[in-house]
């Protein structure tokens, strides 16, 4: 027993206080002589058989619940054993690398193989009683069974039946993570020893060792943990630097991923030697929903180098394709030699062009020239000639507020008048629900009330104020020209392409000058003109983009219209700008997973299989005839099913997604004799057998503590209502008699 | 045997000290001024024929020439011839004996318990001075009608016998004895009695002053024992009025006044009924046993005015007789 308040034990010899009274109330009765004894003594031997009675519980009572409140005052914790918390129990946590290079192939079997059995000979060591709890680790350790399981005939079927249908996946193990997590599961109240057995591949990937920050925080945990805890790691046969080829396509790249229907795309494979051994003619297998779609080759990549292939695919069907590239090579480390890229495919994108009313019939001005860019234009109607992907529709300004603009991916407004407060309201809802916004003022905006109802003060859809034309500065130079911007935006890659296309060769005679504060993130500048004025900025809102031109579409302003980038230009914008709208089906760990339709789903009727096959449930919220679902749990890298359950029972594929791995889990690295060392110090791992003295510790581990104060405090109250009731009884005993016949 | 339940009672607790003395009373005249003043109008009369030899106020159990005429008898052989009536031998020629009543004196003997028990005092003297003030004055009483007193102090048997005289000075030995003796050890009164009954030859009255606080039955026997040799027995029962009440509030110390280190832990109000009960049955059978062998029960209360008691009750007492 120990007492976390000990200073309060200096008050225990308050506990004789009852007892010296009792001593010496005894002492100091008066002395009667008496005479008439015969009378008194039967009475005597009764009442004073009860009286001692009475007396001595009541100083009993008294010296209970000083001591009581006295010893709770001090805080004991307990030994569980002390009052027979159930027999000892151990708790064995199995810690289980499930990462993508436990894959390994060996002589015989895999890695992983090797990895499963040894986590059964350690079940079939342990006795029946111990509890058991099983952790995979992946990006985020996740728990097999929700509570520990006693171990038993059933339960060790049970686990054995999991464990065979175990394979290793794509996710990079996180082990300190793990580890912590294994830490901070709390044992049951009658577990008084626990052992953590990390069984992983040996590999030096994640385990983080330079982090000494985790493995002091882990060693830390162990040693503040509520029970005596040891970790033990299991790793395989010591691995020797051998000789070996390991390709890893690391990913497959896309502009975009929502695209239009036979519209080219082009798919670059990035793949890495991860072995070290160099690797000669690597084919490339190109696969759309199973489909061979066609091949490349790499003729040669030497150990640590990185190869990127092109591959242009236009797709034939509409809906979600899954883009598929993997490599027939047959490596140590197979998992790895494939990867894939999910495409949302649509016939046409639904696009609103909001002007004023005498640009539209027939169009003019920037309706037309944005029309022309889209094939939309009236001679290419009429000669068949290609079309746009994009839908749109022209209306004024006026018709602007009845118009339901949730059928939109994206809007474009040009030359952009007074609008209303309401219009502003519904422009802003539509951009925070993932639509796309392209404002184009013109020559008749009126600066301040653009300002005030699309910039806010930084808080509206604008990203930055309109504060005046060009021309109403004086300059020397005639024109401005443009900077070209860098190609890492997915909407400037194609127009910076200075080789095919011809940004320098803009002319920008007038524009409104857009005032950038120093602070306001250079990126989100698209377009600058080369005496320093934003001229295209991008702003987001909600889930939906923003981007403000400030050059209207007007020959008389500049030369835009008649560039080769035009088109390219308003085709890629308003791809860009549409891509919200789409379910983002390429995800990186832990990203959430939207998906909207306007059917109505039954949120009973979804679930989610992960890439461990197991079936979860997303989030559904329903609004305005739409309902969008939300799934948070993309922990684990691999191909995800969002599934609608038929009343047959029959899943029915929604949507699929994918969520990327991380590459650096194809490095097959070893973990270092002086990496385990470090960890071994830093974290107080044991690698491989325990030591005696570790074991003689874990052995003479006490069982738990427990806090005790409570009970005492209980005692202490029922001995004061006990005191108190006797007290009464003894009053009610003594007052009875007197009123006998005087 | 008195107290046997509280010697088989060997858990109760005995002090290894000896019990302390009582401190000595202050001497002060027996014959209380007051008392006499209030009684000495008054007379002790027996109920009864006494043996007697000097001349009294009571009958005597002899019958002889003395005083006052009671019959003719015939002369026979043997009888006194100074004893024959020569007048009617003159008058009828035939001897006849004149018989006369004889008046004798009263024997009376003052019996005081001097056992422990009779030290308690209380709030008032003690018992056995209440007690032996009470037996003065009734001695002188009786001195002063021509009867004679004697004095027993008794305790396990008889400690002091003085027997009885009709002198004057008889009474200084009487008080005398009376003031230097002490109260000590245990009570057996029946024992004593017994004893006494023995030791008195001629009828005469027993005037008994003790608590009485002892088994019932061997008491009685004794009394009866007495009875039946003629004597007329008058108990004054003197008791403190604290026995009568048990008027004790707190926890305390009782020390037995006649057992040596025997202490008990009393608390009053606990045991106060049950005492109160016990008393009340011993004191209702006490008296109704008295009655019913012939004696004359009376209760002293230490209390109450020595005087007064004492009045009251030889005047009802002597009224009782001459009706």
Known sequence: ?????????????????????????????????????????????????????????????????????????????????????????????????????????????????????????????????????????????????????ELSADSRARINEDLNQLEPTLASAQLGSALLLALESKPDQNIYLRRIELFTDGFAEGWEADSSSLWQKIRKQQEQASVP?????????????????????????????????????????????RGNQPVQNISLDWSA?????????????????????????????????????????????????????????????????????ENLHPPKGDVRLVLSALGQSQLAREINHWKSVFVPKVISWEELEGENLDTFDCLLLTEVPNVSESAIQNLTRFVRNGGGLWIIPGPGTNFDSFNASFHRGGAGLAPLPLSGLRSESPTEQPYDVLIPPERSHPALNIIGDLERLDIHEVRLTEYIRQSAPDNFPGNRIWLQTASGDPLVVENYLGRGRVIVQSIPLNLDWSNLPICRLYVAMVQEWLLYLAQPSASQLNLEPGETFRFSTTAALNLNQLEVETPLHQMKRPALLNQEGESRLFFAETNWPGAYQ?????????????????????????????????????????????????????????????????????????????????????????ARRRYAGSLGPE | MKFSILKKATWINRSTAQTKQPPRQKDHGLLDPEVLRQIGHLELLTQRVVDGFLTGKHRSTHKGGCFEFAQHRPYTAGDEIRLIDWHVFAKSDRYYIKQFEEETNLQAMMVVDASGSMNYRGSTISKFDYARLAAACLSR?????????????????????????????????????LLNEQTSGMTSLSGALHELGKRMKRKGMILLFSDCFEELEPLMQALHHLRLRGHEILIFQTVAPEELSFRFDKMSKFECLEEENLILDVDPQAVRKGYLKRLNEFQEQLQQRCVELGCEYFQLNTGDELGTVLSQYLSRRNAGIKA
């Open chain 1, 1 to 149: 027993m120990s007492f976390l308040g000990s200073l309060f034990l200096w008050a225990l010899p308050l506990v004789a206080v009852p007892v010296i009274l009792h001593l010496l109330r005894r002492r100091q009765r008066e002395i009667v002589p008496w005479g008439a004894m015969q009378f008194l003594a039967p009475e005597i031997i009764h009442q004073r058989k009860m009286k001692r009675i009475d007396e001595l519980l009541l100083m009993i009572l008294r010296t209970l619940a000083i001591a009581g409140i006295i010893l709770a005052m001090a805080q004991p914790m307990i030994s569980g054993s002390l009052f027979g918390f159930g027999s000892v129990q151990e708790e064995v946590v199995l810690v289980i690398d499930v990462s993508l290079s436990t894959d390994l192939a060996t002589k015989e079997q895999s890695l992983f193989d090797e990895l499963r059995e040894a986590v059964r000979e350690e079940l079939e060591e342990l006795e029946n009683g111990t509890q058991v709890r099983l952790l995979l680790a992946g990006e985020r350790p996740e728990w097999m069974y929700p509570t520990a399981l």
């Open chain 1, 229 to 273: 805890t040891s970790i033990k790691v299991w790793t395989p046969n010591k691995q020797t630097e051998v000789a070996h080829t390991n390709i890893s396509i690391e990913e497959i790249r896309s502009l975009r991923t929502h695209v239009a229907l036979d519209e080219l795309i082009t798919f670059t494979a990035v793949v890495r030697n």
């Open chain 1, 289 to 357: 929903n199973g489909t061979d779609i066609g091949s490349s080759s790499i003729s040669n990549i030497e150990p640590g180098e990185t190869a990127e292939v092109d591959f242009d695919y236009a797709t034939t069907e509409q809906g979600i394709v899954r883009i598929e590239c993997k490599t027939p090579l047959n490596d140590e480390l197979r998992l790895d030699n494939r990867s894939e890229r999910l495409l949302s495919v649509v016939e046409r994108i639904p696009l609103l062009i909001v002007s004023r009313v």
């Open chain 1, 642 to 730: 969002l599934n609608s359950i038929k009343e047959d029972g029959q899943p029915e594929l929604l949507a699929p997604f994918y969520v990327a791995r991380n590459r650096e889990e194809s490095n097959l690295t070893p973990l270092n004799e002086p990496a385990r060392q470090h960890l071994a110090e830093l974290g107080g791992l044991q690698f491989g057998e325990q030591s005696t003295t570790d074991l003689t510790r874990y052995e003479q581990a006490e069982p738990p503590q427990t806090p005790f104060w409570t009970q005492l405090l209980m005692l202490a109250l029922i001995c004061f209502a006990a005191e108190m009731i006797l007290t009464l009884f003894i």
């Open chain 2, 141 to 177: 009483l009786v001195l002063r009608q021509r009867d004679s007193v004697g004095l027993s102090l008794i305790d396990q048997s008889i400690r002091k016998y003085i027997p009885p005289r009709s002198s004057a000075t008889h009474l200084r030995s009487l008080l005398h004895t």
